[in-house]
């Protein structure tokens, strides 16, 4: 059970000098006693995206301090949405290299708690920053206690489709759907594919919103491999998933992709 006396910080930073820097800040922080409700602070950093949404799909963090000038990141904003994707009701705080008004406002609409320039961080703000930051997101989780779907697509949330899914029948399979496209293109297909796997899928399977770019589903094996059949697009691409796959660590999806359809 995690300490909460102890608070525990995901960093995204693939420069070693700013997560020193970093790393002096949050200590400095802990011997003045800044934290107020913790008595302590550990930090997990990792210099990739990649990285970023393994630990956030296997450990919990009470917050995320997000660096999106990364060498595996595509682009900012879309790094921003998966990490926001996977960390789910974890606030994240986004470290800035430089200036950027119209991306800082953008990133604060799609989500970020804060956006903190890194050539101006200092312990005492930093402090407020993340402590400020920790309880709006609070307020906003316990507004969103009650809403158990995706706005985009009408699936269920990922934490409302694991709560289903512990409660499933022996005849019954979990799977993924993956939908590939780029950015522009993709929030229309995922609504797209919804309405398409909500059709093709008959009551009593239950469909869920997973990440990104993934849709989850719980039906009888035979209804999956229906629904594949059916849904022929070079877009999607369909594969079973263990109880123990969804609640652990992501799966090597290039890697054990199987077209059901096939």
Do not use: H
């Not at 406002?105 to 402590?131: F, H, M, S, T, Y």
């Not at 029948?169 to 939908?179: F, H, M, N, T």
């Amino acid at each position: 059970m995690p300490d909460s006396k102890t608070l525990k910080l995901l960093l995204v930073e693939d420069s070693l000098e700013d997560e020193q820097l970093l790393r002096e800040a949050l200590l400095e922080i802990e011997e003045n006693r800044q934290w107020c409700n913790w008595r302590a602070c550990t930090l997990l950093a990792v210099d990739g995206l990649a990285d970023a949404l393994d630990c956030l799909g296997t450990d919990s963090f009470d917050a995320v301090l997000l660096n999106l000038s990364l060498p595996d990141s595509p682009a900012m904003l879309e790094s921003f949405l998966d990490v926001r994707a996977a960390a789910g009701s974890v606030p994240i705080l986004v470290l800035a290299d430089e200036p950027d008004e119209n991306l800082e406002n953008r990133l604060l609409r799609e989500g970020a708690q804060d956006v903190l320039l890194k050539p101006e961080l200092e312990c005492g703000p930093l402090a407020r920053a993340i402590r400020y930051a920790i309880e709006r997101q609070r307020r906003v989780n316990a507004v969103r206690v009650s809403a158990i779907v995706d706005d985009l697509t009408g699936a269920l949330s990922r934490e409302a489709f694991l709560k289903v899914a512990a409660q499933r029948s022996p005849g019954e399979r979990l799977a993924w759907v993956e939908v590939g496209a780029d950015r522009e293109a993709l929030d229309p297909l995922l609504m797209q594919t919804a309405d398409s796997l909500r059709r093709a899928l008959e009551a009593p399977a239950v469909l869920g919103r997973w990440d990104r770019r993934r849709f989850c589903i719980l039906a009888p094996e035979a209804a999956v491999q229906r629904a594949a059949g059916q849904l022929t697009s070079d877009s999607l691409r369909f594969s079973f998933a263990s109880f123990d796959e969804m609640t652990g660590c992501e799966p090597p999806l290039r890697a054990k992709i199987a077209m059901l359809a096939d």
